[in-house]
């Protein structure tokens, strides 16, 4: 019955209607809303900036407001306005060294007008976008000058950290180092100490009481552990001092020779820079292991991101505040604390203004000393043994060293200098030219790389890269003999994101042939049917019940989820096999499945039986249970599946054989052997009792016993799991439909057992009489009996 809906007769009056028949309703505005994700994110990130912007500006030696201003600035300004939604930017440890040098040489207003130069920079570079650009910058060289100014920060900071004063340069605080320690102030050092005892020790509590406790920030609860001991013990040490705000310097112009301010601006611009653009990278790939937020928030607009970089810059020097750059901690605790959209970043900078105006008096109860044993901790986590490893593989050791060595002892512009030309002069020993185009034939896009791939191919190759649609499939072609670390990242991530969203990727050499892809398989260097275990490539201690890692949320002896190893065996699947079995699965798809054999086995996650069998999709019709069991006709009380399947494929399928396949180790047979008489029936129970006959007849001294060929069995279990197979094909041929078809000569009837530990199959020979199962050789045909 269907429903009538009156109709309005048509009013002249009214305006004629706009939209088509078909077509949706206006969208209505949106109403701005935050959700409770990005509120709880935004949380956790305020309570990781507060003490490291304090502990940053007291490292610069600028006024201790100055790190609030560029928080707020960075959470709102950056947040507002960069092109990565989810990266976190204020005062980075990464700018410390420069801003220091800076303050000593210009003074602090001048340091802030020359910050407000660099944004200006920032947003000139941003409207030419050249973003890309930074891209090709090595990773050796960005880790090496980060590295370099986290070993000035930390032997800087010790000073602080023993009651003194640190010098304004390195070698003089080595030099000083000795005269310090012997003057240091056991005050200073007790708060340093145990600021560094809590920061190392809290995301270690053992326990579910530590895994509350954990999602607390251990920089909060460092600083805050530091200041409410010395406050309660009464210790006289340098506490934090926040001049009224009525009295905060704000930028002013520098002076001095030109070539030495622009030198200035061009050090803060690239520092700034390179680690926003590449924090706001590291952002993408942490996103991408959610592929829900992926989709919500996108990839990052690398270009937009300089704009938002600058403008953050341009503000906070105007307001007084530290140079602003994309926070890799921040960012990375942004993400994890499962932000959905830049309203966690902007709000997290709203609570910075509510501090720095309402929480002076609880501020200003923070040592000095226990700040600057939480940025001397930044400084060393700076220098990164992974880091280091990476560079060592790719060959790239010496760019790392130099670069590291000349920030250190020379400053940041001049060892990013050195390192530079380190990288160009080892790669144009490697190097000839690279050559790389992009084309589109049949539907399907090809980029080839002609030549060596290294990080000056990089800006070309993620152009070109970034031609191609969203979903579509493309074919990569390389024809070199080198691939350094800035390029494989690229390639790498560039892949990643492009299988997330729909599309298939085949990375070749000259010839065609397929070649190891960077994608995800930089931990996994499975091939083809290779000995596995649950693919734990990446660690094999995973398989172990009591296995942890750094920040797991399991107890001790909690197994490993496995949800992780689905995922990605999913995406290998769709990167590698889909585009080479699509086309036959479309054609089985419209034709419909025929398989020629019925294949019987055990649910046992040993037997893999398209492996085994060498078959593929639609060869067969594949029915596993516990104990590869064939209940009696009638005997399955309620459960007819194994019936339903047989009578299907013979009746429906027509398939023409039956094989049933049993194994060495089957579990079922041990638990067989195992049962006593009388206890509960539990449905395990119940359906074992379907391989009774089995041990029956294994028992039966006037029935002979099943055997290998060249052997007897090694033990009563793989007597019984002989047995059962023999067992079993009986039961089979009391089924009607199989015993119809053998009758009419339409169907055959095949054992097989499949040794696990030899990797050996053996095949039932000369029917069911002889009971000798065959050795199948490497040139044996599996689809026949021995």
């Not at 490993?560 to 080479?580: D, E, K, M, V, Y």
Request: charged share 15%.
């Amino acid at each position: 019955m269907s429903a009538c809906v009156p109709t309005r007769a048509a009013d002249p009056t009214r305006p004629a209607h706009t939209h088509q028949p078909h077509s949706p309703p206006p969208t209505p505005p949106r109403r701005f809303r935050i959700e409770s994700a990005d509120l709880s994110a935004a949380i956790a990130v305020f309570l990781i900036a507060l003490p490291l912007s304090l502990g940053i500006a007291l490292a610069t030696g600028a006024p201790l407001q100055a790190g609030l201003v560029a928080a707020a600035v960075g959470g709102l300004v950056a947040g507002r306005v960069g092109g990565s939604a989810l990266q976190v930017s204020g005062p980075a440890a990464g700018l410390t060294v420069v801003t220091a040098e800076l303050i000593q040489h210009y003074g602090w207003r001048a340091t802030c007008g020359i910050t407000v130069l660099a944004g200006i920079t920032q947003l000139g570079l941003g409207c030419l976008r050249v973003a890309r650009t930074a891209l090709a910058v090595s990773p050796a060289i960005v880790h090496g000058m980060l590295a370099g100014i986290g070993v000035t920060i930390a032997v800087a900071q010790l000073h602080i950290v023993l009651g003194g004063v640190p010098q304004s340069s390195v070698l003089d605080n080595l030099v000083g180092l000795p005269d310090q320690v012997a003057r240091m102030q056991p005050a200073a050092v007790s708060m340093s100490v145990l600021t560094l005892v809590l920061l190392f020790a809290w995301p270690r509590l053992p326990g579910r009481t530590g895994r509350m406790l954990r999602k607390v920030p251990a920089a909060l609860v460092a600083v805050a552990g530091a200041t409410a001991t010395a406050s309660l013990a009464g210790l006289t040490l340098p506490r934090v001092d926040l001049p009224s705000w009525s009295s905060h310097a704000l930028a002013g112009l520098p002076e001095g020779p030109v070539l030495g301010i622009a030198a200035a601006v061009l050090t803060v611009t690239l520092v700034c820079s390179v680690q926003s653009l590449l924090g706001a990278v590291a952002v993408d790939k942490l996103v991408s292991a959610r592929p829900e937020l992926q989709a919500r928030v996108g990839r990052s607009r690398l270009d937009r991101e300089l704009l938002g970089q600058g403008a953050a810059n341009v503000v906070s020097g105007a307001l007084g505040g530290l140079p602003v750059a994309g926070v890799a901690v921040r960012s990375s605790a942004n993400v994890q604390a499962g932000a959905v959209s830049r309203n966690s970043t902007m709000l997290h900078g709203v609570f910075v203004v509510v501090a720095a105006l309402l929480m002076v008096p609880i501020l200003e109860l923070i040592p000095l000393a226990s700040l600057a044993a939480l940025v001397m901790a930044v400084g060393i986590q700076m220098v990164s043994l992974h880091h280091i490893r990476t560079v060592t593989r790719h060959r790239e050791v010496l760019v790392y060293a130099v670069t590291t060595l000349g920030v250190v002892f020379l400053g940041v512009l001049e060892g990013v200098a050195l390192g530079v030309a380190v990288a160009v002069g080892v790669a144009l020993h490697r190097l000839t030219r690279t050559r790389i185009t992009h084309e589109e034939k049949g539907g399907v896009h090809h980029v080839r790389v002609r030549g060596q791939l290294t990080f000056l191919a990089v800006p070309r190759l993620s152009r070109a890269l970034h031609l191609i649609p969203r979903g579509a499939d493309t074919v990569v072609e390389l024809d070199g003999s080198f691939m350094d670390h800035a390029a494989y990242e690229s390639l790498q991530d560039w892949q990643s994101g492009h299988s997330a969203q729909g599309g298939t990727v085949e990375i070749t050499g000259r010839a065609g042939t397929r070649i190891a892809e960077p994608a995800d398989s930089a931990h996994c260097r499975c091939r083809p049917w290779t000995p596995w275990r649950n693919h734990h490539c990446e660690d094999p201690s995973a398989m172990g019940p009591t296995s942890r890692s750094d920040g797991d949320d399991q107890e001790a002896g909690e197994p490993r989820p496995s949800g992780h190893q689905l995922a990605r065996g999913i995406s290998a699947f769709q990167r590698n096999t889909a585009p080479l079995v699509r086309e036959e699965l479309a054609r089985l798809a419209r034709e419909g499945q025929r398989p020629s054999q019925l294949f019987l086995t055990c649910a046992d996650s040993r037997l893999v039986t398209s492996m085994i069998t060498s078959s593929g999709p639609g060869d067969l019709f594949v029915v596993r249970n516990v104990g590869n069991l064939v209940p009696l006709p009638g005997e399955e009380s309620g459960d007819d599946s194994v019936a339903a399947a047989i009578e299907y494929a013979v009746d429906v399928l027509k398939v023409r054989s039956i094989t049933v396949c049993g194994h060495s180790g089957c579990g079922a047979m041990q638990a067989l052997l195992a049962s006593e008489p009388g206890g509960a029936l539990t449905p395990l129970k119940r359906w074992l009792r379907h391989g009774r006959p089995s041990v029956e007849r294994m028992t039966d001294a006037d029935r002979p016993k099943p055997r290998l060929t060249g052997r007897e069995p090694a033990d009563t279990v793989e007597q019984l799991c002989l047995t059962n197979v023999v067992q079993q094909l009986e039961h089979l041929r009391a089924h009607d439909s199989v015993a119809r078809a053998l009758r009419e000569g339409a169907l055959e009837l095949h054992g097989m057992y499949f040794h696990v530990g030899e990797a050996q199959a053996y095949l039932l020979a000369d029917g069911l009489e002889a009971e000798v199962f065959g050795h199948v050789g490497a040139a044996d045909d599996l689809r026949h009996p021995a």
